[in-house]
């Protein structure tokens, strides 16, 4: 008798696990990243400048919820809030929880390095919440991301590259994007209006901040060598080589999107196939000045309401519990 | 650490005789351990400690803070059983549960040991875990216990003894092996001086199990193991053993009845699966046939396993054999089914239905152990010399109240394994749950678990109740050659 070779199918309840579980630690590491940036950005600008902590929090999208928590934003209230506030859903804390709580349900489904990374990163959160930081801030911040990356690369090198896998790459994928755009949609508009400090070193070291936000100075630095405002967005939206930029963070959901289908590439057999292949291709053949000419602010807007239906899509596609009759082997066996 | 100044308090010591020598298969172990730098067995202990935490292997504890986690306390000194003995426990466990299951399977069929005045009536029809919705059915291969824990005890006489037979879900085998793979890196070299039986093979003996009850013959069935989630507090175990054979993991919520045959919710749609190793109790397996409230369960599964659609293990309606009063039966049993005589002893039981055995106990209530007839984990029990005089009226007025719910038992003298306690050695008492698995044939893992009372003095090893654990090692010959090394 020959075993035929049956891909081994995913539990609903499994895809949408591990999907969280990517999303919630990339929130995890671009949150921690958010800090360390910031807060290296305060040291290098005049007391004039004030603190600019409040931009952080709006990054999250927790503008309402902090301000009822914690009202003024100084750096403790901030770093509090952002790292530790276990009522934050968005703190590094809450999301490090949830990223274990999902990994848990499905330790099966990952490896067991996995698992023990995201147990061990939840140890570490979990000791240094019942600290007060301050002097250890950088270094904390330093660890989050490590042990994040370090998340990521055991994923990379010792699950096998299957459904569940490439369901925890779109949950990443779509995650970074997200956080990308954010914080560049918060920050442009910070700092586009202060005319006056254009050319000035202040200026360069602001956009070198949002740069550093995506990990991104150093490869900026080679494509485009001088900052400007326009190249920093063009970077950061349509690169197609920069692991950050949300053209490339769009290429890849797309790509593990039809590794879960089977559908090829540039085709589509479902919603969430069907969106996001349409801003694929809408990002593909851009260009950033008529992006900027009909207004930033529109393009963000509008883009946020395709991801949101695309996470949507997802969701209705594949976690949902579908009618009985859609039966995929009928009855055989 | 050194043992010179251990003592084993005139209790029966698995690793010392009476006269204060070591016995023989625990020679090289003992000097071994004697000769480490002081400090090294507790390094390794902090060092095992905090791998066990970094790999979540955790317990929940009921009725705590919500999300309090719990590494199973584990001592580093194993218990050691030579080959002679082991067999002696093997052949045992094997007519046990070979009985068991001739029983359960009489039970709702035929009745045969009913009629025959074996074991009264109205004993068994009583049991909390008999479950009228099983009669007439036959489960595949007539297997009612694929995974039994049995609980054994060595009294003050040398001698084994069964103390429980848990049935039903048994858990804990997890724990031996992860126990097994932390000692081997701690004692490599005494693995290697005294051929300790492995006990790696048991996910593929368990996968197996499963396999072979499959509903209909097929070349590879579909099994899941069914988890009530990870609130549950054996979630940790689960999940290992689901990994270690390589099948999913479910919830109720992931599997659905659809024309009679059961399936899992996948991002594909439905997939067929053939057995289920359930670690949910009847009750909450199936809201239509069960309890209507369980939101763990999955409406339609009994009906699918009555029509033999889907296998289940274990088998449900198998718990009326845990029931402690049936237990004390067990003997009879064996003499009924397999016409020998029992290898491994019952503990003398009481059982205060009857008159004589309750006047007994109630007069005695001081030196015996009383148990309910249903509990498990240490629960609803009574420790007489431990006991106050307010919790033995509070038992002697629930005896009178329920005869039929409650037994007792003389309180044992268990036999104790030395355990580190701070910077030294003291003798703690310890229990042994072997797993034994039952499809096409019985097997019994070699060892099992031998949980720990780790308070002093303390008879109760569950780790509901502060208990901890132990590897355990069956050697599989005599004691090596010498076993005196200078």
Known sequence: MTTTYRPRPLL???ADAVYWMGRYIERAENVARFIDVNQNLMLDLPHGFGEQWQPIVDTTGDRAAFLERYGEATQANVVQFLAFETHNPNSIYSCVLAARENARSVRETISSEMWEQVNSLYLLVALESRKTLAEGLPQFCREVRMSCHLFQGLQHSTMSHNEAWHFIRLGSSLERADKTTRILDVKYFILLPSVSDVGTPYDDIQ??????????????????????PERVVEF???????PRALRY?????????????????????????QRLGLLRSELDYAQVDPILQSGLHEFFDALQQKMNTIDECVRGDFFAQRPLTLSADGLAG | MRFSSYNTQGFYDEMFAENGKPRPHAGLLLETV???????????????????LQMGITFNVYGDAAGTERIFPFDLIPRIIPAGEWDHIERGLKQRVHALNCFIDDIYHDRKILKNGVIPSEVVLSAAFYRKQCHGLNPPRKVWCHVTGTDLVRGGDGRYYVLEDNLRVPSGVSYVLENREVLKRIFPAVFEGLSVRPVSEYPSRLLETLESIAPHAMASP????????????????????????????????DLAVDGGDVFMRTTKGLERVDVIYRRIDDDFLDPEAFRPDSLLGVPG????????????????????????????????????YEGADPILPNVPTYLCWRDDDRAYVLEHLAELVVKAANESGGYGMLVGPHSTAVQREEFACKIRAQPRNYIAQPTLALSRVPTIVDDHFEGRHVDLRPYVLCGKEIYVAPGGLTRVAMKKGSLVVNSSQGGGSKDTWVLSQGPAVGGQRQ
């Open chain 1, 12 to 14: 609903s309840r499994v």
């Open chain 1, 249 to 273: 963070c769009i290429g890849l959901a797309d790509n593990s999107l039809h590794a879960i289908t089977g559908t090829r590439l540039g085709a589509f057999s479902c919603g969430a196939e």
């Open chain 2, 34 to 52: 004697e000769s480490l730098s002081d400090g090294h067995l507790l390094r390794h202990k902090q060092a095992a400690e905090r791998l066990l």
């Open chain 2, 301 to 336: 599964l009994m009906a699918a396993y009555q029509q033999g659609r889907v296998a289940l293990a274990n088998a449900p309606g198998n718990g009326v054999a845990d029931d402690k009063v049936i237990y004390s039966y067990v003997p009879d049993m064996i003499r009924y």
């Open chain 2, 222 to 253: 579909r099994v899941v193991l069914l988890t009530p989630g990870i609130y549950n507090s054996a979630y940790f175990e689960h999940s290992f053993l689901a990994q270690q054979m390589g099948i999913q993991l479910v919830e109720g919520r």
């Open chain 1, 207 to 228: 956009w070198a901040a949002v740069l550093k936000s995506v990990s991104g100075f150093e490869m900026y630095r080679k494509c485009f060598g001088r900052i400007s």
């Open chain 1, 236 to 242: 950061m939206l349509l690169d197609g080589e920069f």
